[in-house]
């Protein structure tokens, strides 16, 4: 059975871009109240100026933050975290503050957003957390990634088990131009994404909307709960010996490849 947005509360942690700004709007598409809610609330009413969408302050690392916000907005229908601090790095690389921030942001965080909203969400809710194909096809330089997401699709198993009837689900996105790889420079974001197009069994790159698309599912399919549902394109399907790779910086030679 599918339940309706329409006149739900969705609560969209993130930034004004990307995956989160997309499932802002397949919401309010849908008839949905949208608050948004992320670090720089400037940054956030200026993105979302000219639209319905409530903007709030929220740092999802901080818990008295995130009780803050609780309290602000009330009952919720729905959570959705998009926030996010990638750890790349090789293991000879990466620092303790590097992986805690990672775990912080992407599954202490969400952790705290259930302690804190669900109490009050309102019958037929649910929280929607983002993991990532890392957690299914480790890559060098990807370690903290790959370890922060596969925590993201234990911790939706646990939850969703500990909060019932209240449903909670992951979408795990493989490659998708969110903007992230704008800073390689237009040519080299070109040449990768015709690389990952020619190997990924879809031939394209996914977009913020096939992720969002598939959070909207995930909110108003009322019988999955503890699913992280993937939406990567096949990705780790290709073996990676056949996935053309890029260089990364801190070493000349090495092949890694880019990971969400």
Not at 180 to 187: K, P, S, T
Request: net charge neutral; no cysteine; glycine share 10%.
């Amino acid at each position: 059975m599918s339940a309706s947005l329409q006149g739900r509360t969705v609560l969209v942690v993130g930034r004004g871009s990307g995956i989160a700004r997309a499932v802002s709007d397949v919401a309010l598409g849908e008839g949905a109240r949208v608050i948004a809610a992320g670090r720089d609330k400037a940054a956030l009413q200026e993105s979302y100026d000219g639209t319905e969408v409530t903007v709030a302050t929220v740092d999802v690392t901080d818990e008295a933050s995130i009780a803050a916000l609780a309290t602000e907005v009330g009952p919720v229908d729905h959570v959705v975290t998009a926030a996010s601090a990638r750890a790349r790095g090789t293991v000879g690389e990466l620092t303790p503050e590097a992986i805690l921030r990672s775990f912080h942001t992407k599954v202490v965080g969400p952790i705290m957003l259930a302690k804190h909203f669900a109490p009050t969400m309102r019958a037929g809710g649910s929280f929607v957390l983002l993991s990532g194909v890392a957690a299914l096809e480790p890559d060098p330089g990807f370690l903290a990634v790959a370890a922060t997401n596969g925590a993201v699709n234990t911790v939706v198993r646990s939850l969703a088990v500990e909060l019932a009837p209240i449903r909670v689900n992951a979408v795990s996105p493989g490659t998708i131009d969110t903007g992230a790889w704008d800073a390689l420079g237009e040519q080299k974001k070109a040449e990768l994404f015709a690389h990952l197009s020619a190997a990924n069994p879809v031939g394209r790159i996914g977009t913020p909307e096939d992720v969002a698309h598939a959070v909207l599912f995930a909110m108003t399919n009322t019988f999955m709960t503890g699913v992280s549902l993937s939406v990567d394109g096949g990705q780790p399907l290709v073996s990676s010996h056949r996935i053309p790779r890029t260089t990364g910086s801190n070493h000349p030679g090495r092949p890694v490849m880019r990971r969400p």
